[in-house]
């Protein structure tokens, strides 16, 4: 506020006068009058309304006055049940004032608390980024085949300032997504129009549709302009991606374009490089969920000198985020680190990263073979996809290199079968592998979630289920923690895989050897309330 503003304080000292026994109200208003812009607004708050903190119940009217004018001049149209009201922060901005009852009928001017009013509209930033999402405009006319563009920047003020509806659809849903900790975008196309979808926490979730098949044209069509994309082929995959910039960190997105019988379906995988780098410093396996004896062990296989630690499970069960971790936790600076990536999706500080390049011929395979000529003691390896890197894989972990590398199989001993597939002999590989963790990410119940009776054949303890609150977008789970089944390579094991065992025997081995299964950690962790039966369920299977 100015020098000249009136504040809040000083029109409750007056009216505490007041009710003290004090002066009039026009005496009181002696001293705050020649400073106000409304003279007989203050007087109304002083008898009625001048301690309007708890905004409890009202709710902003954004077409009547924007939410970032609102925000930046103090002054906001709302309702309340059926009162209509111009709540105001400084009674002394004539100007502000006039301008605020221009915009529609007159209104009762109500003065509230600024640190309260600031905190209420800020609550209904959302709201106003998916009104200016909905709005109605011109269409988007599509620009150029190519056109290079700088990186949009994502801000409500700007939502709101956009001509173009499509554009303000494409960047609000970007927004929105980057604000709500999507990991990927979901635009579909039907007969009707267009759906997009967020997978929040591993889940998808319809968030917006639009019934109008020339808006779900067109906004593929922008999201391949912001991707370098060819808008006229409509026939073929294309892939490619783009930048935002929010909040003074620049995103990537990866952007997918799918030709479908309706048309074009688009998904976006959001990459918050600087949000990943941020929170790498602190990255440890127990930070990612996993109980405090399983984490031990696995960072007892990934201090070994040598070996390969395998980390298996499904896309997007966070097998990459764990070896980040393991690493993170057991290197040094004595050691050289390499990695190999597709892509690279975490930037280590004093660790050499190379990002594989198909179309150049960087393969994984070509690039082990390189690596191993560049004195590594540590090497991550992102997937193993062929037997080609799968042999040669296996060979660096047993020529004293420690190898990390993920595949894809159900559980840790399916591991087995796939290094079958790949041609890869039974002793080389129970000879090169330290042990394989397969892994598995479990939603979080939000703090909104409610007691719930214990399942039919399972002890009692804090059992709760899903309910939904705004906090958690209604889903009743909030964030994801690791749980895993961790395989350690033993002599006995290591002998009877070379002999032929049988799986069950093997897999019998492995149990009285410690291993607990996937289900068996889920479902003590829906004991203890961390997460619901029904999220148990869904992640693993029964044994």
């Not at 990459?271 to 007892?300: C, I, K, M, N, P």
Request: net charge negative; proline share 4%.
């Amino acid at each position: 506020m100015s020098s000249t503003s009136i504040s809040l304080d000083e029109i409750r000292a007056a009216v505490g006068a007041l009710q003290n026994g004090g002066p009039s109200v026009q005496e009181a208003l002696a001293d705050l009058e020649p400073r106000a812009g409304r003279p007989a607004m203050l007087a109304e708050a002083l008898a009625l309304e001048c301690d309007s903190t708890d905004l409890t119940g009202w709710r902003p009217d954004f077409a009547r006055i924007a939410y970032t004018v609102a925000l930046a001049r103090g002054v906001a149209a709302a309702t309340r049940e059926t009162t209509t009201a111009l709540l105001i922060t400084d009674p002394s901005h004539a100007s502000v004032l006039n301008w605020a009852q221009s915009q529609g009928p007159v209104l009762k001017e109500v003065l509230v608390d600024p640190g309260a009013f600031k905190a209420w509209l800020s609550a209904y930033e959302a709201t106003a980024v998916a009104q200016a999402a909905a709005g109605k405009d011109e269409p988007l006319t599509p620009g150029p085949t190519k056109t290079v563009l700088a990186a949009e920047e994502l801000s409500a003020d700007r939502l709101e300032a956009t001509t173009s509806s499509v554009v303000r659809l494409v960047n609000a849903t970007l927004y929105e997504a980057l604000r709500s900790g999507a990991s990927d975008i979901h635009v579909e196309t039907d007969p009707r129009g267009l759906v997009i979808k967020y997978r929040l926490d591993g889940v998808l979730r319809q968030v917006r549709e639009a019934k109008d098949p020339l808006v779900a044209e067109q906004v593929i069509s922008r999201l391949k302009v912001m991707s370098e994309l060819d808008i006229a082929e409509r026939r073929v995959p294309q892939d490619g991606r783009l930048q935002v910039q929010m909040q003074g960190r620049t995103i990537d997105v990866r952007v997918s374009i799918m030709p479908s019988i309706h048309g074009e379906d688009a998904v976006l995988r959001i990459l918050d490089r600087q949000h990943l780098a941020q929170s790498l410093q602190e990255l440890t396996l127990a930070g990612l969920g996993f109980e405090a004896e399983l984490a031990g062990r696995v960072l007892r296989l990934a201090r070994r000198p040598h070996g390969m630690v395998l980390v298996t499970g499904p896309t997007g069960s966070g097998k990459t985020t764990t070896l980040y971790a393991a690493i993170n936790e057991s290197c040094s600076t004595q050691e050289k680190v390499i990695t190999i990536e597709d892509p690279v999706e975490y930037q280590l500080p004093g660790v050499l990263q190379i990002p594989v390049n198909e179309r150049k011929g960087l393969s994984f395979a070509r690039g082990l073979r390189s690596i191993l000529r560049h004195d590594p003691d540590k090497i991550l390896v992102g997937e193993i996809r062929d037997g080609e890197t799968a042999r040669i894989a296996v060979q660096a972990a047993l020529t004293g290199h420690l190898v990390f590398t993920t595949v894809h199989a159900n559980d840790a001993l399916d591991v087995l079968g796939r290094f079958q597939q790949f041609e890869i002999d039974r002793y080389s590989v129970a000879a090169a592998l330290n042990g394989v963790l397969a892994q598995r990410l479990v939603r979080r119940l939000c703090a909104c979630a409610q007691p719930a009776a214990a399942p039919s054949g399972h002890e009692q303890g804090s059992w709760r289920q899903a309910n939904g609150c705004p906090a958690c977008l209604d889903t009743g789970y909030r964030g994801r923690f690791a749980i895993g089944e961790l395989l350690v390579m033993s002599t006995e094991l290591k002998a009877m895989i070379v002999d032929h065992a049988p799986y069950q025997e093997v897999w019998a081995l492995a149990r009285r050897q410690g291993l607990r299964t996937l289900r068996e950690q889920a479902m003590d962790a829906a004991s203890k309330g961390w997460t619901s039966f029904d999220e148990v369920q869904r992640v693993t299977a029964e044994v």
